[in-house]
Structure formats: C-alpha cells, structure tokens
C-alpha cells in the first residue's frame, strides 16, 4: 500500500538529458537534428525565490521560447542584451514523497506542471561534449526547513533498529559544481521521460521528432542493465557562497542520482550510460530507493550539518 507522505517545492530540479550519448543517438535516428546539427537541452528550474530571496533572476545558456513555439510573452520571461539571457520568474517544481509500506520504499515523483504552467526552462549543456563521462545527471534541492519536516514525518512511519555511523564523502568543488558532502544510497529504479517535458516535446518535433518520445529507465532488478550501470543517490548538502565563486545561499539538501560505471557507448566512445532507452504509456519522473536506507542516512547527514554549524558557528544556515 502506498502512501502519499508530503509534497514539498523544491529548491531547484536539474536532468541532464544531453549526457546521456546513446539517448542523443536514438533521438538522432528518430530524425533529430537531420535538417541542421542541434543539440539536445538540459532541464533546469531554480526557485530562486527561496534560494536568492528574488522573483525573478538572469538566466545563462538559456534556450529561446521560439526554438520550441513559444514567445517571451506567453512564458513570463523579460528580454534582456542578450539573446540567451532571459530574466525568468522564480520556478516551483515540486516532489512528492510516497511510502510503500509493503515493499519498504521511499518514492519520489517529480512535478514540473503546476496549474497548467510549466515550472522549467532549457538551457543548452555547455559541458555536452564532455557530458557523456560525467557521473552526476539528476539533481534535486530541499531547503533545509523541508527537509526536516520530511524526515519527522517518516519517523513516525519507519523504526530505525541502531543509530548510523557512516563515513561521509566529499565531492570536492569544481568550476560548475559546488562542493558536497554525502552519503551513497542505493537506487531500487528510476526513470525520466522526454516527454514529460511539453517545451522538451515542442523543441524536438522543431527539429526533425515525429514519433513518440523515450524515457530513461533503470532497475536494479534487470541483471543485463546491472553490467552497464551502476548507479548511486548521493544523498548530502551544499553551502554556496560568493566567496567560493557562486551565488548566496542558505544551506541545502541535495540529491545527486549518479552513475560512475564506464562502457564503451554505441559510437565506439567512452561513455557513462544514464539509463535504458524505453517507450512505454505511462510517462513520469521518479526515483525509488529503500525507505530504511533513506532515513537512516538523512538523519546522519542533518546530524553532520549540526556539527558542521556548531564546528563554524555558522548560523545562517537554516
């Protein structure tokens, strides 16, 4: 039996579509990109009303409305200088967390249509060429606030035998990546569709898709997809400042759905492969993973955090 137990807006929903080299591939035999060369966009939303305290923010790398039928008007977006730097209104995705009681998993199910509005936009992956060797590909943001109030409520539903001493791991900062520290989870399955996307669809039908769009599945339960996969939720927390090089922000929860294993892809290269190519009727976007596994390690990183504020004397953490 499942349970719906909150839904919570989040901070920020990240798919990197274009990393995924075999995905491009099919689309590309599906017609993609046959009249003139394009790239396949990126997912992204930022709230940035809980995260900058702003309505609305500049965009980079950002993909014009008319690449996928639609006008700055319609979508609420300002132009600015430059072409591809919209200023674009605050963006709520949200996640619902079920429990299935039975099976003991947690279920996190993403929603990026609110009200008929989609709470995206897609930006070009300035990274794609490199995109297809790296691990992290789905991203998702708590505030911190919610997060708590997510795992209380779990408390109630879910009995914890001992108390977890993990090892943490750090992911240090790069260039475009804030440093993270965090614990691994085990991922049960997920999957992620195309077509979820309605300005996803518009741009691809633009640019040569007639047919139904795929989705990227994963199950642990597959034993063929075990010998090409190995993926992880790195479940842990950032903290970006202006002095490492990023926008002001309170800390956050980040879930990080992470695939290290490295094969050689279908156009002889080295690649990371995000997923199994799938078509199938019910299009969603969710992530499964042991509900034990899950709280146990989502109190040990709030624990970490304490220390870390206690360590720092940081108090504009929460």
Same mark, same amino acid.
């Given at each position: 039996?499942?349970?719906?137990?909150?839904?919570?807006?989040?901070?920020?929903?990240?798919?990197?579509?274009?990393?995924?080299?075999?995905?491009?591939?099919?689309?590309?035999?599906?017609?993609?990109? $046959?009249?003139?060369?394009?790239?396949?966009? +990126?997912?992204?939303?930022?709230?940035? =009303?809980?995260?900058? @305290? %702003?309505? !609305?923010?500049?965009?980079?790398?950002?993909?014009?409305?008319?690449?996928?039928?639609?006008?700055?008007?319609?979508?609420?977006?300002?132009?600015?200088?430059?072409?591809?730097?919209?200023?674009?209104?605050?963006?709520?995705?949200?996640?619902?967390?079920?429990?299935?009681?039975?099976?003991?998993?947690?279920?996190?199910?993403?929603?990026?249509?609110?009200?008929?509005?989609?709470?995206?936009?897609?930006?070009?992956?300035?990274?794609?060429?490199?995109?297809?060797?790296?691990?992290?590909?789905?991203?998702?943001?708590?505030?911190?606030?919610?997060?708590?109030?997510?795992?209380?409520?779990?408390? $109630?539903?879910?009995?914890?035998?001992?108390? +977890?001493?993990?090892?943490?791991?750090? =992911?240090?900062?790069? @260039? %475009?990546? !804030?440093?993270?520290?965090?614990?691994?989870?085990?991922?049960?399955?997920?999957?992620?569709?195309?077509?979820?996307?309605?300005?996803?669809?518009?741009?691809?039908?633009?640019?040569?898709?007639?047919?139904?769009?795929?989705?990227?599945?994963?199950?642990?339960?597959?034993?063929?997809?075990?010998?090409?996969?190995?993926?992880?939720?790195?479940?842990?927390?950032?903290?970006?400042?202006?002095?490492?090089?990023?926008?002001?922000?309170?800390?956050?929860?980040?879930?990080?759905?992470?695939?290290?294993?490295?094969?050689?892809?279908?156009?002889?290269?080295?690649?990371?492969?995000?997923?199994?190519?799938?078509?199938?009727?019910?299009?969603?976007?969710?992530?499964?993973?042991?509900?034990?596994?899950?709280?146990?390690?989502?109190?040990?990183?709030?624990?970490?955090?304490?220390?870390?504020?206690?360590?720092?004397?940081?108090?504009?953490?929460?």
């Amino acid at each position: 039996m499942k349970e719906l137990i909150d839904k919570f807006t989040l901070d920020s929903l990240q798919i990197f579509f274009p990393w995924d080299d075999d995905l491009y591939t099919y689309l590309r035999k599906l017609g993609f990109g $046959k009249e003139k060369a394009v790239a396949l966009p +990126l997912v992204y939303t930022d709230n940035t =009303e809980s995260t900058i @305290n %702003q309505k !609305e923010s500049r965009r980079r790398f950002v993909i014009h409305p008319d690449k996928f039928g639609k006008t700055y008007k319609e979508l609420g977006w300002k132009e600015t200088d430059k072409k591809s730097e919209p200023i674009i209104p605050a963006e709520k995705p949200q996640v619902e967390i079920w429990l299935d009681k039975e099976k003991q998993v947690i279920i996190f199910r993403f929603i990026t249509t609110i009200n008929g509005k989609e709470e995206y936009h897609l930006e070009y992956s300035t990274m794609s060429a490199f995109g297809k060797l790296y691990s992290n590909w789905v991203n998702f943001y708590f505030t911190i606030n919610d997060f708590r109030n997510l795992i209380e409520k779990l408390e $109630k539903y879910i009995q914890l035998k001992e108390e +977890l001493m993990p090892k943490f791991h750090v =992911e240090p900062q790069q @260039n %475009q990546r !804030e440093k993270l520290i965090f614990l691994f989870l085990d991922v049960l399955y997920y999957k992620f569709c195309l077509s979820v996307f309605k300005y996803m669809v518009g741009y691809l039908k633009k640019n040569g898709v007639k047919s139904d769009l795929p989705c990227l599945e994963y199950d642990s339960s597959d034993k063929e997809l075990k010998k090409i996969m190995e993926p992880k939720l790195k479940l842990g927390f950032v903290h970006t400042t202006k002095e490492t090089g990023f926008e002001e922000r309170k800390i956050q929860i980040a879930l990080k759905l992470s695939q290290d294993k490295m094969i050689i892809n279908q156009r002889k290269k080295k690649a990371k492969v995000k997923g199994k190519i799938i078509h199938e009727k019910s299009h969603e976007n969710i992530v499964i993973v042991n509900a034990i596994d899950f709280l146990s390690k989502s109190e040990a990183v709030l624990d970490k955090i304490e220390e870390e504020i206690e360590v720092k004397k940081i108090t504009d953490f929460a």
